[in-house]
Every structure is written in structure tokens, then in C-alpha cells.
């Protein structure tokens, strides 16, 4: 079975074995349910109107069996401030951006305690803007299931966004804003979902605790902990949607 995961930066960021994330746990229960092997394929989307371009471009180069299209909390919840000032001012603001990703995605100052604090002191102090809102993730994610679905021979599940109870980076307003923005998400994506019937699988609440358990150092991508919880969900809800719709295998 070949298997096309668009998934996140979890499935390749960081210095876990490939044996330990979560889409080659996944797979090796959805082998095990089907008794089918299982070949799975990366990719990664950004909810653009190009994005149903290239997904279809996959399906044509790719011919997968089988679809997995997740949906990212990055997507529609990072508030970002390097944005917010390119929104506000333009040209000037985008060399704030740039300066801006450079220092956020550098390991000195992404993986150090004293760079988490200073982007959680940031995020309390000052203005922040998301990418994309909930309603265009749907948007650009119905688009780009309608052409999974354009190939009768592919299954298709949507993988919901993860949601968590509180952010390690957060302070209580964002995390309000957060949980606001997840619950928009879910109402809008399971809406898509049953329209096009097709199944949707989000994981439970997770709570801060389990968040704190589930987080690698970087407090940005999972431990081989989160990694292992997120494979055991989703292997279980790929193996259930595939038997829903090959109930002869």
C-alpha cells in the first residue's frame, strides 16, 4: 500500500530515528491491522491556492493508495511578530522578518531556556499576527481534498490538528486565543469533512501535562514520547478508515 502522509515539520525535524516518528509507527499498525505492507511517502503543504496544485501533481506523479492530509495548528495558530510587523509596514517590515526567522530558527536561540523565555516574553509584549485563519485553512483544505477525490482509487482521511490545553511559550491571553482558534478549526474542517464524506480523526485535548511529557527540547517538535502517542492514534484512525472503505481487505 502506498501511503501519501502531508503531514508536518514533526515528521522529519530534529534528531529522532525514523523508527521512533510517528508516520512510521503509524504505518507499521496499519500494516499490521491490514496485513498489507505499507510504503509511505512525505510531504508537506502550506494552505495556499497552491496547494491543491500540488497535491494534485502528486497524485498524478505518485499514484498513492491512500491519502493522509493533516491539519496544522502552525497553519492558523503561531502568532507571529516578525509577521505582524511586515503586515503593518510593509517593505521596512519584512527585514524585520527576515532578521526576525533567522534568530528564531537558529538552535542558540530556538533550543536554549533563555531563548524560549525571551519568545514567550515577546509574544506577551507585542503585537502578533497568525499566517492564515481557520476559515482559509477549510478553504485551501477542501480544494486540495477535492483533488484527492478527483482519483476514485484513493482513500482519503483528514488528520485534525493537534490541540493542546496550554502552550509551553504562552501566556494565558494567547492560549486563550488558541483554544478560540482549535475550536473554529475542528467546527469548520468536520463541516468540510461530512459534506465530502470524508473520514475526519482528531486527537483528545492534550492536557499540560501530557504537552510537557510529549515536547523535545526545542519545546517546538515532540519527543520520542509525543511522537509515539501521535503514531498509535493515528496508525489506529488510518487502519480504520482504510477498512471503511476497502471492507473486503
Known amino acids: 500500500m502506498r501511503v501519501l502522509r ?9 534528531g529522532l530515528p525514523e523508527e521512533q516518528r510517528a508516520w512510521h509507527i503509524a504505518a507499521r499498525l496499519l500494516s499490521e491491522r491490514t496485513g498489507e505492507p505499507v510504503d509511505t511517502i512525505l510531504k508537506r503543504g502550506w494552505p495556499t491556492a497552491e496547494f491543491a496544485t500540488a497535491l494534485g501533481r502528486w497524485m498524478d506523479e505518485l499514484e498513492p493508495e491512500f491519502v493522509v492530509l493533516q491539519v496544522n495548528n502552525f497553519w492558523y495558530g503561531h502568532e507571529s ?4 510587523f ?3 509596514f510593509g517593505g521596512a517590515g519584512k527585514s524585520v522578518t527576515r532578521v526576525g526567522k ?9 533550543e536554549r531556556p533563555w531563548g524560549l ?8 509584549a507585542l503585537p502578533g499576527a497568525t499566517h492564515f485563519t481557520p476559515a482559509e485553512v477549510a ?4 480544494a486540495a481534498m477535492r483533488k484527492v477525490l478527483a482519483h476514485e482509487r484513493a482513500v482519503l482521511m483528514v488528520r485534525g490538528h493537534e490541540n493542546w490545553a496550554e502552550l509551553p511559550m504562552a501566556g494565558k491571553r494567547h492560549n486563550r486565543r488558541n483554544a478560540a482558534r482549535n475550536a473554529a478549526m475542528s467546527v469548520a474542517m468536520r463541516e468540510v469533512c461530512d459534506r465530502l464524506h470524508v473520514p475526519y480523526f482528531e486527537r483528545p485535548p492534550v492536557t499540560a501535562r501530557e504537552l510537557k511529557a510529549s515536547l523535545g527540547t526545542s519545546r517546538y517538535h515532540n519527543s520520542a514520547h509525543g511522537e509515539q502517542a ?4 493515528d496508525g489506529e484512525a488510518m487502519a480504520s478508515a ?3 472503505a476497502r471492507p473486503s481487505n
Open 117 to 124: 523565555f525571551a519568545n514567550r516574553t515577546l509574544l506577551r
Open 230 to 233: 501521535i503514531g498509535e492514534f
Open 81 to 84: 511578530v516578525p509577521l505582524w
Open 242 to 244: 482504510w477498512m471503511a
Open 102 to 110: 533567522a534568530v528564531g530558527n537558529s538552535p542558540l536561540f530556538a
Open 6 to 14: 502531508v503531514g508536518n515539520s514533526n515528521d522529519d525535524a530534529g
Open 86 to 88: 511586515e503586515r503593518r
Open 139 to 142: 478553504a485551501a483544505m477542501e
